[in-house]
């Protein structure tokens, strides 16, 4: 493919995740970062050397140089910057990929979503799960009545290792860091919207507590039809990171299990031992985190035209994430309103 038709990207942020996207972009024939913007000096030396691209302060800066153009920008900087990032580069003409969330504050996400709109840009925001080819085939399943009449979805989501306490005080706590990509696949799995949600939240690691947070977390989520979803969330599991999603009917059951590194089971008179489960979310979710890129570039450059998550998708789930972490602290069940 010739250069013109490389979608040229501006990487916001060389945290964890702005690391696995560049890696990605790396192997892509389709796409190429020409620009790199890091707050810290030294890290944005070491990445434009590394990416051979020019480095920045922030995007304003880069906006600004018309001698290195680009079309697109990865948001990949802490949640709390996530806005002012997205609306300027939304402001300058780009494409916008963003982590989640847009922004925690549902007004300021709604304004970014409307800015694309106005503009005849995209913008979408990264809830990697749903391009996971084992999560997709639950919902294949189910979308085909595979397990009957849909009553009950479970998902399970064990955090390993436990972050930094300086990623957690930036990271919007664990119902929009966490929870929030759960609620994003029993969204998409039930293609319904919760009525009523109730959740007990508890805490185990003094750091996590310290900062007005909850490590372990359960959730009920209920539908007007009488489906029941359930979220179990833990920021730390010893064994690996823990990575579920169930869907039940009367027909049957549809299970994405935990991935291991290998299929190897090793069996000896002393027992039978397997590989623990992948070690954290880069080696959970490779295919996952190549495939949302690869959707992106097909809507830049015109493959297709519908994203798969949409202004409603973020929307909605920001509002069925705070009023979950509404019920955790005032300890009762709470009616969803503002859903669109």
């Known amino acids: ?63 600004k140089d018309t001698s290195n153009p680009f079309e697109a920008v ?15 580069s939304l402001e300058g003409g780009k494409h916008v ?35 996971d080819p084992n999560f997709s085939r639950v919902k294949e399943i189910v979308e085909n009545g595979g397990v009957g009449t849909l009553q009950k979805v479970q998902t399970v989501s064990r955090d390993n290792p436990v972050p930094s306490i300086d990623y957690l ?3 919007g706590g664990i119902y929009h860091d966490c929870l929030s990509h759960d609620i994003d696949l029993i969204r998409w799995v039930t293609g319904k919207e919760p009525i009523e949600v109730f959740s007990y939240g508890t805490n185990f690691i003094e750091g996590i507590k310290n900062i007005d ?20 969330v833990s920021r730390k599991a010893v064994y690996g990171y823990d990575q579920r999603l169930s869907a039940f009917g009367d027909k049957g059951m549809a299970t994405s299990e935990n991935r291991q590194p290998t299929t190897v089971v090793h069996s000896t008179e002393h027992g039978i031992s397997r590989d623990p489960n992948c070690y954290s979310f880069p080696t959970r979710y490779p295919e996952a985190y190549t495939a949302e890129i690869e959707h992106f570039l097909d809507l830049i450059l015109g493959i297709t ?11 909605n789930n920001a509002i069925i994430a705070h009023a979950l972490e509404e019920s955790a602290r005032k300890g009762h069940p709470i009616k969803l309103h503002g859903l669109i």
């Open 1 to 63: 493919m010739s250069e013109r038709k490389r979608v040229r990207f501006c990487l916001i942020g060389t945290g964890r995740i702005g690391t696995v996207h560049m890696n990605n972009i790396f192997g892509m024939h389709r796409a190429v970062i020409v620009g790199v913007c890091e707050v810290l000096d030294d890290r944005k030396y070491e990445y434009a050397q590394k990416i051979g691209c020019k480095g920045y302060k922030d995007i304003h800066e880069a906006l």
């Open 74 to 88: 990865l948001v990949c900087t802490p949640t709390h910057t996530h806005y002012e990032v997205v609306k300027s």
């Open 97 to 131: 990929f963003c982590e989640k969330p847009i922004s925690l504050n549902i007004e300021e996400s709604d304004e970014c979503y409307n800015l694309s709109k106005t503009k005849n840009l995209f913008l979408l925001c990264a809830f990697q799960r749903r391009y």
């Open 169 to 171: 005080k930036t990271s």
């Open 305 to 315: 035209h519908t994203p798969k998550i949409q202004h409603k998708d973020v929307h």
């Open 213 to 232: 947070d909850f490590d372990n977390v359960d959730c009920i989520l209920k539908f007007a039809n009488g489906i029941l979803a359930t979220i179990d």
